[in-house]
Nanobody, 131 residues
């Protein structure tokens, strides 16, 4: 069983910042990979960033420089620091987790990046950025 609970969403003005949190519980092997996805109104779900248990991170190119994914030392809480927020960032943000698998053409055991999708999902937290 994996349980993911997001928090930290809310309404901010453009240019502001928010930090989202995701509390994770479950077997370690099922939360080896964690990440954030988002879905804006009328848009398909898109990846934001992922992080592996060793700290390796991968970001969607369009969000590099503004968003930072991180985790606590115990690997039980996932964070997404969002800076310089834009109205286009308005979306439901989801925390997700998955087991590690072969990636990079089978060259290593690790985590797929945000272009993929993960197995376990939280309920989401709403982020609204006003202009």
């Amino acid at each position: 069983q994996v349980q993911l609970v997001e928090s930290g969403g809310g309404s901010v003005q453009a240019g502001g910042s928010l930090r989202l949190s995701c509390g994770a519980s479950g077997y370690t092997y099922r939360t080896y990979c964690m990440g954030w996805w988002r879905q804006a109104p009328g848009k398909e779900r898109e990846g934001v960033a992922t992080i592996e248990r060793d700290g390796r991170t991968t970001y969607v190119d369009s969000l590099k420089g503004r968003f930072t994914i991180s985790q606590d030392n115990a690997k039980t809480t996932l964070y997404l620091q969002m800076n310089s927020l834009k109205p286009e960032d308005t979306a439901m943000y989801y925390c997700a987790a998955d087991e590690r698998r072969l990636v990079d053409g089978g060259s290593r055991w690790g985590c797929p990046g945000p272009e993929a999708t993960y197995k376990y999902w939280g309920q989401g937290t709403q982020v609204t950025v006003s202009s």
